[in-house]
């Protein structure tokens, strides 16, 4: 069955360190997407980053990377030089079959509640 | 260069009554998702719809909801009778196509049962 997990309900990390959260998941699909969002408190998701099942390098844009472990199906995403901010719910996603027929129903973990302390 | 639009961003209704919330996807998109979000949890797919067509409803409640995306306006996703379990965040998330690597999401509407 396709589960996201993520294990860190909540996580402190000081201003300007990098910060990893965790996300696991589990799919029979070969083909896959995995998505990260940020959830700040006024309530938007906001996109952050996404690895394909078969993109040869991990993802980045900015900050953020996504550090892509296949065999262990692990997606966790990295924030370098953290910023007050980040401080925000993070949610890791995942779609099954990103490769024809596939759609945009995602698939979301329970989140990652970061708090960045100056 | 707008976003995907939801209104209203905070709903009330009293048990029984109806809601009714309205999704605008971005220019260009024609494939509309809405999820929802229960308290402390993370959000769960509802329902998948292009211009006219429900494409994918195997996250709805089997009575009291329904979705629909016209082919002029805004989708709307209507809940009646509502009960107080109805309480939650309601997200539309738009794409260009079917299997676009960005979903673009709303910001939601927080509807509160009385």
């Known amino acids: 069955a396709q589960k996201i997990t993520q294990t860190q309900p909540g996580m402190f990390v000081q201003e300007k360190e990098a910060v990893t959260l965790d996300c696991t998941y589990d799919?029979?699909?070969?083909?896959?997407?995995l998505f990260w969002y940020k959830q700040p408190s006024s309530g938007e998701m906001i996109f952050l980053i996404y690895?394909?099942?078969?993109?040869?390098q991990n993802a980045t844009e900015g900050r953020y990377s996504l550090n892509f472990q296949k065999a262990r199906k692990s997606a966790n995403l990295v924030i370098s030089a953290s910023q007050l901010g980040d401080s925000a719910m993070y949610f890791c996603?995942?779609?099954?079959?990103?490769?024809?027929?596939?759609?945009?129903?995602?698939?979301f973990g329970t989140g990652t509640l970061l708090a960045v302390q100056p | 260069n707008a976003g995907v639009m939801q209104n209203p961003r905070h709903l009330v209704r009293r048990r029984g009554q109806e809601a009714r919330l309205r999704c605008s996807p971005m220019?260009?998109?024609?494939?509309v998702y809405w999820y929802r979000q229960l308290p402390e949890e993370g959000l769960k797919f509802m329902v998948y719809?292009?211009?006219?067509?429900?494409?994918?409803e195997s996250g709805m409640p089997k009575e009291r909801f329904s979705a629909e995306f016209p082919k002029e306006g805004p989708s709307i996703l209507r809940i009646q009778q509502v009960v107080r379990g109805d309480s939650a965040a309601y997200f539309c998330?738009?794409?260009?196509?079917?299997?676009?690597?960005?979903?673009?999401f709303g910001s939601g509407t927080q509807l509160s049962v009385l």
């Open positions: 998330a738009s794409s260009q196509g079917a299997t676009n690597e960005k979903l673009f």
């Open positions: 799919t029979s699909d070969p083909s896959y997407g």
């Open positions: 690895q394909g099942s078969y993109d040869q």
């Open positions: 996603a995942m779609r099954e079959g990103s490769r024809g027929g596939a759609t945009n129903k995602l698939i």
């Open positions: 220019k260009g998109h024609s494939h």
């Open positions: 719809l292009q211009k006219e067509n429900i494409i994918d």
